[in-house]
């Protein structure tokens, strides 16, 4: 479905409401938020290649093909086209709500570019990672607290290369740790990227994770022999004020790293170019197992799952959303500021 191309009112039939323009989006086409086209496309050529071998190969499979031959077009594409088509068309979705229609627009999820997308990412991670905070809290005694760690290696000038330097080592470190006899332990972790003084990129892992008092230079030692390539592990397990961190102040800090990007002016069009194509394919977020908490979108109002519109029900199997019976609205908690409780129906 096609949203409308201009600001304010429209006048275009069967106009959605509710849903905006990308013109009145904050995200910006300037020369602040170009990449350098001509080395995206080039280092993205190993992985377009890739893909067409994968589509030339015998014995696949017209659906494999098929994907793989629309990946490799994909790949070949000038970025700026992602951010341009960002919010342009969409979904119309309903809920037990009856009358009720809304927009779920189709977002370009580029992030590190797309000031809507990252706020919107930060707001989705940020209640996820305070909820799996919150979980991985409960039950356990005063001993264990929340514990922030920030990793670094010596910058090569090859971001995708220092970021296998990091991911290794915390693998190595984890499985060090869990064969002293401290045990699993629940973590969530974000990537960072600078500019570093010399403009090249420096990559940096900001971990929170849940520990009993533990000796920070043990701790020190074995994260240096997990990675040969850091010289330097920080510890923080307190606020400014003084008092314990909690999950929603963990949330809150690392929701900082989730927001932000690399379009703004400090970064130049080759370090953004360098940047994104060094994150394909790459998780801006892990976790240990079993840290998220199933969390499934609901109305507020008639407590009804949103389901696309665009369908037609088929049989009995499923009663339609608007002939479920309602009940009291579910209570659910958006807002990372508040200190209610997440309660799910």
Not at 71 to 94: F, H, M, N, Q
Not at 108 to 136: D, I, K, N, P, Y
Not at 200 to 215: E, F, T
Request: net charge positive.
């Amino acid at each position: 479905m096609d949203i409308c191309q201009t600001q304010g009112a429209c006048s275009r039939p069967g106009n959605v409401a509710g849903l905006p323009c990308p013109e009145s989006q904050q995200v910006s086409h300037g020369a602040e938020c170009l990449v350098d086209e001509p080395l995206y496309a080039a280092l993205m050529a190993p992985r377009r290649d890739k893909w067409r071998r994968r589509a030339a190969e015998s014995g696949h499979s017209e659906p494999v093909v098929r994907y793989a031959l629309r990946r490799a077009d994909a790949l070949a594409r000038p970025y700026r086209r992602k951010i341009e088509r960002c919010s342009t068309s969409g979904t119309r979705v309903k809920c037990g709500c009856k009358g009720w229609r809304g927009v779920h627009p189709r977002t370009c999820r580029q992030h590190l570019m797309c000031a809507a997308c990252a706020r919107a990412r930060s707001r989705r991670l940020g209640m996820r990672v305070r909820a799996g905070l919150e979980s991985a809290m409960a039950g356990r005694s005063d001993a264990d607290r929340l514990v922030l760690l920030t990793l670094t290696v010596r910058h090569s000038g090859d971001l995708a290369r220092d970021r296998e330097a990091l991911a290794g080592g915390w693998r190595r470190f984890y499985q060090r740790l869990h064969r002293r006899g401290w045990g699993k332990f629940p973590y969530v972790g974000v990537w960072e990227v600078t500019t570093g003084a010399d403009g090249l990129g420096h990559l940096h892992m900001h971990v929170a994770v849940v520990w009993p008092w533990r000796d920070w230079s043990v701790c020190r030692r074995l994260w240096l022999d997990s990675c040969p390539e850091s010289e330097r592990i920080t510890f923080v397990a307190g606020r400014r004020d003084g008092q314990r961190s909690t999950a929603k102040s963990v949330a809150k800090y690392l929701g900082k790293y989730i927001t932000k990007g690399v379009n703004t002016v400090d970064f130049s069009p080759e370090l953004r170019s360098r940047v994104i194509a060094a994150s394909y394919n790459v998780r801006w977020i892990f976790t240990s197992r079993r840290f998220w908490i199933l969390f499934r979108p609901l109305c507020q109002h008639c407590g009804c799952k949103i389901v696309a519109a665009q369908f037609r029900w088929n049989g009995l199997a499923v009663q339609p959303m608007d002939e479920r019976p309602r009940g009291p609205p579910p209570q659910l908690e958006f807002d990372l500021d508040s200190d209610r409780q997440w309660r799910h129906p």
